[in-house]
């Protein structure tokens, strides 16, 4: 009777260390997350392939990107990881969520709204371990870089989970010791964006304001608003973001951009994961509770 051919059992810490290296995209960054050495996460992750026969990681400049089979293998992972974390709930026998969960956004939502209003989740649920990552690349979710991530305007990835959770209105700010100075001018000094800013507002000012002097320039909202407020000039700000510069007055400056939807976005098998959705039920939350400092109906031009 013929032997049975069996393919050997993986191994769950080569998964978990090739799920930290797809997720983070650098040797440095899993390193760090698990606390293990690059030569160990590249060890075990080469391992898996030889045993699959077949590459999930492509090696580029900037980082490792994932193969199809990779995402295969990491959706798998992923799902052994939301089992294991079932597992370790029932046994601390509280029921609450507990684990890491990562959000993605723009630097502006991070920085500007989201940090300073984190706090009551971690007392509601002190179990959770978010992981908050702010950058101008729109990470994937499909390639499980990212648990939830918000986003502004419609998505147009029809498998994820969508739902829109506030407005964004942008108006015009000047430095309140110089408003007056700056109005009269024909052509005031103008805070803006760098020549290379991706943003539908940075192509936006560009245009309108083509033939006017840029004093000051930079892909950061942070930064405008700062020069802006030290004296540089006028700034176009999301009004969320102005709220946090005292030093900054709104003011009557011509047509705005179009506001901007707010859309937080989940693939839907994360969603139904308990830790994943007591965030997603936190920003829906708060999103809604500050709508009106997103919108910007109750800052008043001057």
Same mark, same amino acid.
């Given at each position: 009777?013929?032997?049975?051919?069996?393919?050997?059992?993986?191994?769950?810490?080569?998964?978990?260390?090739?799920?930290?290296?797809?997720?983070?995209?650098?040797?440095?960054?899993?390193?760090r997350?698990?606390?293990?050495?690059?030569?160990?996460?590249?060890?075990r992750?080469?391992?898996?392939?030889?045993?699959?026969?077949?590459?999930? +990681?492509? &090696?580029?400049? =900037?980082?490792?990107? !994932?193969t199809?089979?990779? %995402? *295969? /293998?990491?959706?798998?992972a992923? @799902?052994?990881?939301?089992?294991?974390?079932?597992?370790?709930?029932?046994?601390?026998?509280?029921?609450?969520?507990?684990?890491?969960?990562?959000?993605?956004?723009?630097?502006?939502?991070?920085?500007?709204?989201?940090?300073?209003?984190?706090?009551?989740?971690?007392?509601?649920?002190?179990?959770?371990?978010?992981?908050?990552?702010?950058?101008?690349?729109?990470?994937?979710?499909?390639?499980?870089?990212?648990d939830?991530?918000?986003? +502004?305007? &419609?998505?147009? =990835?029809?498998?994820? !989970?969508?739902?829109?959770? %506030? *407005? /964004?209105?942008?108006?015009?700010? @000047?430095?309140?010791?110089?408003?007056?100075?700056?109005l009269?001018r024909?052509?005031?000094?103008?805070?803006?964006?760098?020549?290379?800013?991706?943003?539908?507002?940075?192509?936006?000012?560009?245009?309108?304001?083509?033939?006017?002097?840029?004093?000051?320039?930079?892909?950061?909202?942070?930064?405008?608003?700062?020069?802006?407020?030290?004296?540089?000039?006028?700034?176009?700000?999301?009004?969320?973001?102005?709220?946090?510069?005292?030093?900054?007055?709104?003011?009557?400056?011509?047509?705005l951009?179009?506001?901007?939807?707010?859309?937080?976005?989940?693939?839907?098998?994360?969603?139904?994961?308990?830790?994943?959705?007591?965030v997603?039920?936190?920003?829906?939350?708060?999103?809604?509770?500050?709508?009106?400092?997103?919108?910007?109906?109750?800052?008043?031009?001057?």
């Amino acid at each position: 009777m013929p032997a049975e051919k069996r393919t050997p059992s993986l191994d769950w810490d080569d998964l978990r260390h090739f799920a930290a290296l797809a997720r983070h995209g650098s040797l440095a960054a899993a390193s760090r997350a698990l606390g293990a050495a690059r030569s160990t996460i590249a060890r075990r992750v080469e391992g898996l392939e030889r045993q699959l026969g077949r590459p999930l +990681l492509i &090696r580029k400049p =900037d980082g490792f990107e !994932l193969t199809v089979d990779g %995402a *295969t /293998v990491l959706a798998q992972a992923t @799902a052994m990881e939301e089992a294991a974390l079932v597992v370790q709930r029932r046994l601390d026998g509280d029921g609450s969520p507990k684990g890491p969960v990562r959000l993605t956004t723009s630097r502006s939502l991070a920085h500007g709204f989201l940090v300073d209003r984190l706090g009551p989740l971690h007392d509601r649920h002190p179990g959770l371990d978010v992981e908050l990552i702010a950058e101008t690349r729109v990470l994937s979710l499909s390639r499980s870089e990212a648990d939830i991530a918000i986003r +502004l305007g &419609r998505p147009a =990835d029809s498998d994820l !989970l969508s739902r829109r959770a %506030a *407005t /964004v209105g942008y108006a015009f700010f @000047a430095p309140a010791r110089k408003r007056e100075a700056l109005l009269s001018r024909a052509q005031p000094p103008l805070v803006g964006y760098g020549a290379d800013e991706p943003s539908a507002e940075a192509a936006w000012m560009a245009s309108r304001f083509s033939s006017h002097r840029f004093v000051f320039r930079s892909n950061s909202l942070q930064a405008q608003a700062a020069a802006a407020q030290a004296g540089y000039g006028i700034v176009l700000l999301p009004c969320f973001l102005a709220a946090g510069y005292p030093g900054l007055v709104r003011i009557p400056f011509g047509p705005l951009p179009p506001e901007r939807e707010v859309w937080i976005l989940m693939r839907r098998d994360a969603a139904r994961a308990p830790r994943v959705k007591a965030v997603a039920d936190h920003l829906f939350e708060l999103f809604r509770d500050e709508r009106t400092l997103l919108s910007g109906a109750q800052v008043q031009e001057e």
